[in-house]
Every structure is written in C-alpha cells, then in structure tokens.
C-alpha cells in the first residue's frame, strides 16, 4: 500500500512555472506507475502525466506536451511535475496517482488503472 502527499501548488501569472512533488509513503514505491490528474471547476478530472516504474517511459496529454516535465526519484519516493510557460486553462486542482501490478516500461492514462490517490493541490494561473 502506498500512501500520497502532494505539494507546491499556488498562483502563478500566465508564462509563469511551477513545479509540484508528490512524496510516497510505502516501502515498494518503485513498483508503482504514478501519475498525474487534474481537475478544473465544473469539469471531469483528466489525465495530465505519467512515468513508469523503470522511470524511463513517460507519457503526457496534448495540452501539456512540451511545457510539463514529470520525472521520479525513487531513493526519495518521490514524483515531480514541473510545469512552465502556464496558462489560466492549467488551473485546477492536481492530482498524484499510483498505480500498482504494471509492467516495468507501462504508463497508465486512465483514472481507473490508478489504485491510491492523493488529496491534490491547487494550482491558478492569473492572466
């Protein structure tokens, strides 16, 4: 079992960066794919990013590709998503997401293959 905390949300004005960290708890946090999901007012939370278990696969939405960058570091149990040149579209809530019984080079997109989830944090760019 794994057990997620995410942090580093806050405002940020449109073209600014971010950068958000998702710490595990767990002693098998490397045979988990984490991803990351997000969820805007009024709408259904979407996929945004994920990175396998061996740390070399990533996968990421249109929206996102080339701006995001989700990276793992699995001595520290922990997954970053830096975000750069941020738009008031990238506001939402931010979710961490693990998800266990995977392949060691598979990233998951879709909500249900995800297992744990965190409590999220919040991220508004400004325009």
């Known amino acids: 079992q794994v057990h997620l905390v995410e942090s580093g949300g806050g405002l940020v004005q449109a073209g600014g960066s971010l950068r958000l960290t998702c710490a595990a708890s767990g002693r098998t946090f490397s045979s988990y794919v984490v991803g990351w999901f997000r969820q805007a007012p009024g709408l259904e939370r979407e996929f945004v990013a994920a990175i396998s278990r061996s740390v070399s696969s990533t996968r990421y939405a249109d929206s996102v590709k080339g701006r995001f960058t989700i990276s793992r570091d699995n001595a520290k149990k922990t997954v970053f998503l830096q975000m750069n040149s941020l738009k008031p579209e990238d506001t939402a809530i931010y979710y961490c997401?693990?998800?266990?019984?995977?392949?060691?080079?598979?990233?998951?997109?879709?909500?249900?293959?995800?297992?744990?989830w965190g409590q999220g944090t919040q991220v508004t760019v400004s325009s």
């Open positions: 997401a693990a998800s266990s019984g995977r392949d060691y080079f598979y990233t998951a997109a879709q909500e249900h293959e995800y297992n744990y």
